[in-house]
């Protein structure tokens, strides 16, 4: 029996739209696996009730495929599903970690972002290495088809999650098909600022660079009470606000010192739509453990 913790996550950034990443100290997926002739999955905590056990449906289930590993594994979900927060990826990054050691498959935790993928492909209906890569391999993640760069930044962070739903999926279909030269001139000023913040731990640039004026606007209408969520989150200090990969949780870099009314601010702010919310005070943190 082998225990692997894996990190939360939030993909995008703002300006870096399927290529930025960054692992959350908090919350985590906790998945245990032991050898057997067939996969069986058992799902239980945060959301467990939406989220299938069938190991052809489960994101864990094409992970135990692609290693060649059959299991039982049981995940213990401390992300609710179709959070933003990359809850499907951090079961197939912590099932892709334990399957790996519990077998002994010697792949690197490089080698096991493209194994994860596949798993997360299962429930988001494409591969995306954005929110596998830093619940694999911690910090900060740029993942290009290339391969992925690892940044191991220390930003505080903070994460609010509204009680709603929206599925990876439909936050796809509004995704727009083009842009103009003009914004991507400034999403690219803005991810390499982003990406310098990151490597000087250094929360106003990484705030600045998380601004971005092609997907997340789109996106932003499927949020009830997102423009006034990010109004109280700057009024409280925050040196940059976004929406966590495809949303609903809503992402904002800070001083630690601002944390706790940036979080207060947040949770009043989506009250006021109706909506209860669930705040996460947090920061970049490590990548999937193997207890
Ligand atoms: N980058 C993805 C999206 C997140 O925003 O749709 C899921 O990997």
Redesign the pocket.
């Known amino acids: 029996m082998l225990t692997v913790r894996a990190p939360a996550t939030s993909?995008?950034l703002g300006s870096g739209?399927?290529v930025f990443g960054v692992a959350l100290e908090r919350p985590a997926d906790v998945v245990r696996v032991e050898k057997a002739d067939r996969t069986i999955i058992d799902v239980t905590g945060a959301g467990s009730q939406f989220i299938p056990e069938d190991p052809e449906k489960n994101t864990v289930g094409a992970v135990a495929e692609a290693l060649d590993a059959p299991a039982h594994i049981q995940i213990d979900k401390g992300i609710r599903p179709a959070s933003g927060l990359?809850s499907s990826?951090a079961s197939a990054a912590a099932a892709a970690v334990a399957l790996n050691q519990l077998y002994d498959r010697g792949h690197s935790r490089e080698e096991l972002v493209p194994i994860a993928a596949k798993g997360?492909a299962v429930v988001?209906g494409d591969a995306?290495d954005?929110?596998v890569a830093p619940s694999i391999m911690g910090g900060f993640t740029i993942a290009t088809p290339d391969g992925v760069t690892k940044v191991s930044a220390d930003i505080p962070l903070v994460a609010c999650l509204p009680d709603i739903v929206v599925s990876?999926r439909d936050?796809?279909e509004v995704?727009p098909d083009g842009a103009r030269v003009s914004q991507l001139v400034e999403n690219v000023g803005n991810a390499a600022t982003l990406t310098t913040g990151m490597h000087r731990d250094d929360p106003e640039l990484v705030g600045r660079g998380m601004e971005d004026t092609v997907?997340t606007p789109a996106r932003a209408k499927l949020i009830d009470g997102y423009e006034s969520v990010r109004e109280a989150a700057f009024d409280a200090g925050a040196t940059g606000v976004t929406i966590s990969?495809?949303g609903p949780a809503v992402i904002a870099a800070c001083y630690e010192r601002d944390q706790r009314a940036i979080g207060t601010a947040m949770l009043d702010a989506f009250d006021d739509t109706g909506a209860d919310a669930t705040v996460y005070q947090t920061r970049i943190g490590q990548g999937a453990t193997v207890y």
């Open positions: 993909a995008n739209f399927d990359g990826a997360e988001s995306h954005d929110n990876t936050a796809r995704v997907v990969g495809a």
